[in-house]
């Protein structure tokens, strides 16, 4: 097969071989070093060497990536961007909706495979329901809709359907759910027309299973359905970390949009990356700076003023070299010292170590462009963002820290675990612990079945036959190890091992306690309020006191949705989720049902999804590490459906210098999150008011 491929001003033939049994391809061209260019950023590309020079040979893949980005090149196709710049459709909405949410039906009805990267409370859920009954007008059937999501995610867009009463039934599935999907898949099974990855910021990463999983089911629905197929990415932090996790999500919507044929090509665009060493051994990529200023200097990173780009001599090196030689050292050197130029320099003198004072880090600065903002350009079209602050009229979040004084008993207790722990992070989880008013321990419940041997005592190794014989070769392959059989290092040959439960021991009443008890009681009138605490021993904590104050409870921790009464007995989950959403039609029935209802969760477990507008506030107990958890979780109150009167406080409590400590590295993550996202100029933080 041969094509004619764009490089750069020139058009160049190139002969496609497929190689047989593969779905390869050997390709073969003229020497063109553009084309080359383009080659290599292939997926899978590989170069085997020359054929009938001076044609070169490489091979490549046909993935969907591939062929994205040969139709791009060939000037007979059509260009696979087109469809990404065409003006949005028009359509008639069978609900009311805020012009934002008409402008994400009309993205996602023009684009078909696109990403809603929309902040949080956008109403991104109701807009994808849109989209569905306006398809289904093309004759999809209910059993090709396909919803995967987080499992709070299935669970709140379950509700979603209930409460805006769509006219389409769908398959719910969580993203664990679909990597055991695919792995079974047959030929026989549905291929879904419209598939709906919530939270798409959890398939950031192209090694993990369910991010594999996705992206083979999208690429069944555009093989299968092509323009009549529909994937829809949504998330309201698609980059939480760092902008680097933006290429697999654009890889699942559309393989191939970005230019680049792996993260790490990606990565190596964004930013400087220098080797470093490790104190285990090896070495491992270490991110200097990103690329989002274009006074930063391509090669270090550094901007013009820097040391990099000033070409010294200290002191010591010019008393050495003399005052005429160091002059002229600095006015002909335009590049790092060449071991000639050392000689020259020093050749009146029978030592030259001195001259390591020369900046041998000089190098003429070269003018960098910002990655970072270029990246959000580079995304348009497949990409839509939308900012709650320029869609709809909500008041600010209003941040407040209430700082409680330790007790000298706690103050104590810190000093004792400083000492005493030999790592860093033991001490910091043990002193979080302490912040909160319990510690972590561990008893001896029983014995369970060894988890290495599995009760019998004795294991397997394989071991290189080098060590039993000294003639064996020294390249040692499969076949070269032997199996002996040895005791059980982990139980010892006994086939059990102790059986360890962890035990929330309390300590005496927190400082934070009263602070919480307060805003309880400062709540009343409202009868709803979100607390969220950062391990499983502190919700324990809260939902204790929350009964002693007559609050009935819904309780989010990792392991599901569990609602109780002040006295006890077991609630609808459901149906206080429904009590959460200040904008439920059955609002004033569930208030009165129920007057003091308090969601209480961990922001890692009930952060996403959820809607829990009925509460004007959110008080973080004690926080987790996750960045994205943090900011997804404050926003579960500040959206549309909120009372705009009574506003959304976010309050820290503070107690320990850990929990400072914590908020504070949060708060660089959130500045790295508005950046990613594309923000052209990062808004200056607000003044936090400290009670």
Known sequence: MIRKLKAGKYIVTVEFIEIPGTNRYYIKFPYNKKLIDEIKVLEGAKWHGYDEKPKKLWSIPLTPRNKFQLNFLDVNCSNPYIMYDLPLVDFSTTRPLYTHQIEMCRFALTRHYCIFACEMGTGKTLSAIEVIEHAKKDGILDNQILYVGPKSGVKA???????????FDLRLITYEGLVKEIKFWSNSDIIPRIVIFDECSKLKTPTAQ?????????????????????????????????????????????????????????????????????????????????????????????????????????????????????????????????????????????????????????????????????????LKGLVLVKFKQDCLDLPDKQYEIIKVKPSPEILRAA???????????????????????????????GKETCPVCHGSGITKIKIPKSLVNTQAPLDIKVEDFTEETITCELCGGDKVIPHMSRVANVLNESPKDSAFIELLDDHEDVGRFVVWGGFTGTIDRLVNICHQYSWATLRVDGRGYFGTSSTGETLDSDELLDAMDNSHPRRQELLDKYPQLCFVGHPEAGGMALTLTASPTALYYSNSFKGESRMQSEDRIHRMGMDKNRGARIIDLIHLSTDQLILDNLKQKRKLQNLSMGELSEALEKEERVI
């Not at 867009?157 to 006219?167: F, P």
């Not at 005493?420 to 001896?444: M, P, V």
Request: glycine residues 6%; proline residues 3%.
């Open 157 to 167: 867009v379950g509700r979603e359907l209930v409460k805006w009463n769509a006219k």
């Open 210 to 378: 369910r991010s594999k999983a996705a992206l083979e089911l999208a690429n069944m629905v555009r093989e299968f359905w092509k323009e009549k197929g529909y994937v829809i990415l949504m998330s309201g932090t698609p980059a939480p970390k760092s902008p680097v996790d933006w290429w697999h999500q654009a890889e699942v919507a559309c393989p191939g949009f970005l230019r680049e044929g792996n993260i790490h090509k990606f990565k190596a665009r964004l930013c400087i990356i220098e080797e470093r060493e490790s104190l285990a051994g090896g070495r491992f990529p270490h991110i200097v700076t990103w690329m989002d200023d274009e006074h930063k200097c391509a090669i270090c990173g550094q901007l013009k003023e820097h040391n990099n780009h000033q070409l010294f001599i200290t002191k010591e090196a010019g008393e050495f070299l003399g005052e005429t030689k160091m002059t002229q050292a600095l006015q002909r050197i335009e590049k790092p010292l060449s071991e000639e130029q050392l000689k020259s320099l020093a050749q009146d003198h029978n030592e030259i170590q001195n001259l390591q004072y020369i900046n041998s880090n000089y190098h003429p600065f070269k003018a960098s462009r910002n990655e970072i903002k270029y990246l959000y350009e580079r």
């Open 415 to 445: 000093k004792i675990i400083k000492t005493k722990s030999t790592r860093t992070i033991t001490a910091l989880t043990l002193l979080r612990e302490l912040s909160d008013g319990f510690q972590y321990e561990f008893n001896e419940d």
